[in-house]
């Protein structure tokens, strides 16, 4: 059996060669208010004419949905929508959407929601098009053939599906949240239109832009140097120091809700060229496990794999705590990288995120170590976690 240090080592040299996660990959962005309906213009100029909106019950209740697509809407084309995606998609629902998008002959898809709609909405592009069962796309590259065009509509400003070339989907038969990465999966364009994320409550605000921090920082703090990452999460970080907190305590703050809907964006881009990290190996199992929020559970994670990472990643961080105005100029890089992780965790205080998840049972403890070792080994993390290292994590964590 291969060691996990040399399967990690194994594994980036293959990531190294995927276009899946490289840069350059044709990509178009509309941004600012009323952007959404700019990319439905768009849509509409490409000559489509069946389109199928995939989105979840709340945003269609709460009329987001149709405010997206009003310019579709007006100009009378036939319209189907799929609405039963819910936070932490399954492959039930990717063939669930599959089915109702060939049942109307959509020609394309539009995706009007946050990270779990655009990402279940991604693996449905490529299920409508191949008789091959979506499970076998899990990891990098796999996805070969053509599919259905997708374009995505964000709702929050966190995960920044709508910039990348992933997926997770949930296998609700092992508990495991797996990932489908591969360059034809990116959307063919994005609406990053803060005005259709003025009424987020204000916890899902703070959970959605930690996912957009631990996003950046794990971009930042990576080993591979790549592309534009480092510029991006730059940015975002930067944005999302300044900005997430007065959208939280003020929801009515559209220049703050601007930036963060850009930030989220620009986290986005930096994760496709690199991927993600520990931090997201050890919240994907608490999505999988227990239906945590995939942004609450990076929140509450992160400060702790900053710790566990701040020997390797101390330059790095040290120039983060620069970036954000934290740590005295005068001090060690040990000093200023410690002065960052104490900024994120006094965010996250900020933000009312705790240190711990009330989900979270012993029991699962090894199952969930083992399964986050196996992630993480596909990510080019600064520090390789071992069993132990995640068990002292989630002790910390676990009420």
Not at 99 to 121: P, R
């Amino acid at each position: 059996m291969l060691s996990i240090r040399l399967k990690h080592a194994l594994l980036m040299g293959l990531m190294k060669s995927l276009a899946g996660l490289g840069p350059g990959m044709s990509h178009l962005a509309f941004t600012g208010p009323g952007s959404s309906r700019q990319l439905c213009r768009y849509v509409l100029d490409q000559g489509y004419t069946k389109i199928l909106v995939a989105s979840d019950k709340i945003l269609r209740e709460l009329g987001v949905t149709e405010t997206a697509v009003k310019e579709l809407l007006e100009a009378g084309v036939e319209i189907a929508y799929f609405d039963d995606i819910e936070p932490n998609p399954t492959f039930e629902q990717v063939n669930a959407g599959k089915h109702v998008l060939k049942a109307a002959g959509s020609q394309v898809i539009i995706a009007v929601g946050g990270g779990s709609v655009i990402d279940c909405a991604k693996i449905m592009s490529a299920a409508a098009t191949s008789d091959e069962d979506p499970k076998s796309w899990v990891g990098f590259g796999k996805v070969k053939h053509e599919t259905i065009p997708l374009y995505a509509i964000p709702t929050t400003a966190g995960t920044g599906s709508e910039a990348t070339a992933g997926a997770v989907i949930t296998n609700v038969q092992d508990h495991a949240k797996v990932v489908i990465s591969g360059a034809s999966l990116l959307p063919k364009a994005a609406a990053v239109d803060p005005a259709l994320q003025q009424g987020l409550p204000p916890a899902i605000t703070a959970a959605t832009g930690m996912d957009a921090l631990t996003h950046a920082i794990e971009a930042y703090i990576c080993t591979w140097d790549r592309g534009t990452r480092k510029e991006q999460a730059r940015v975002a970080i930067k944005t999302i120091f300044q900005a997430l907190p007065k959208i939280y305590a003020d929801a009515s703050d559209h220049d703050a809700r601007g930036a963060m809907a850009m930030a989220a964006y620009h986290a986005g881009l930096a994760i496709n060229q690199v991927n993600v990290g520990n931090v997201h190996a050890i919240a994907h199992q608490f999505g999988a496990y227990y239906g945590v929020p995939h942004g609450l559970a990076n929140a509450v994670v992160l400060p702790y794999v900053l710790e566990f990472s701040k020997g390797p990643a101390e330059v790095a961080l040290a120039e983060l705590a620069d970036l954000v105005g934290v740590g005295a100029d005068s001090a060690t890089q040990g000093a200023k990288a410690q002065a960052f992780i104490d900024a994120v965790k006094a965010l996250n205080t900020t933000l009312d995120i705790g240190t711990t998840l009330d989900a979270i049972k012993r029991e699962d403890h090894a199952a969930i170590a083992q399964a986050a070792v196996l992630e993480a080994v596909s990510y080019p993390v600064p520090r390789l976690m071992m069993p132990a290292d995640v068990l002292a994590m989630l002790e910390a964590m676990t009420v």
